[in-house]
């Protein structure tokens, strides 16, 4: 005899994903800066692949930088907001394209140098010591499912 079986859809867990916002008490150069968290932090952050955003006209470079968290084994990512390189593809056949020369990931946010993305959902990023005179505290910012850079980040996952 069969039974009646309900199956339960777990939707909610993609509708949106926290990330963190770090700006920069002053600009400098990433070595110097990931010198310094790494020195802080009981892990160490390493240069990885650049998360690359084509465009039609441009295509767009953005410094990731990686490091793992034994304590809840988890993988930490802080992603350059500023587009470091740009390849241009084709010249513009028009004045205006909408793709900018200078590109952000969050372009609202224009004063936020990086972001800071992990494999595991957690919305606490105090784990991730930042030097308190190079780093405000870190900002956490809500990505819902609608936005680009929702779908650039679980893509670079």
Not at 62 to 81: D, E, G, K, M, W
Not at 122 to 137: G, K, M, Y
């Amino acid at each position: 005899m069969l039974k009646n079986q309900k199956f339960i859809l777990d939707i909610d867990g993609d509708d949106e994903i926290i990330i963190g916002l770090v700006r920069l008490v002053k600009e400098l150069p990433d070595h110097e800066l990931f010198f310094h968290i790494n020195q802080l932090n009981p892990f160490q952050f390493r240069r990885i692949a650049d998360l690359i955003v084509p465009g039609q006209y441009y295509t767009f470079h953005y410094p990731r930088y990686q490091a793992f968290l034994q304590q809840n084994q988890t993988c930490v990512q802080l992603i350059s907001n500023r587009a470091s390189q740009q390849i241009t593809l084709q010249d513009a056949p028009v004045l205006f394209t909408g793709e900018e020369e200078k590109k952000h990931l969050l372009p609202r946010f224009e004063e936020v140098d990086f972001l800071i993305t992990t494999s595991e959902p957690i919305d606490d990023f105090s784990v991730i010591l930042l030097p308190d005179h190079l780093a405000f505290q870190i900002q956490e910012y809500p990505l819902s499912a609608e936005d680009e850079l929702y779908h650039l980040i679980e893509y670079y996952e």
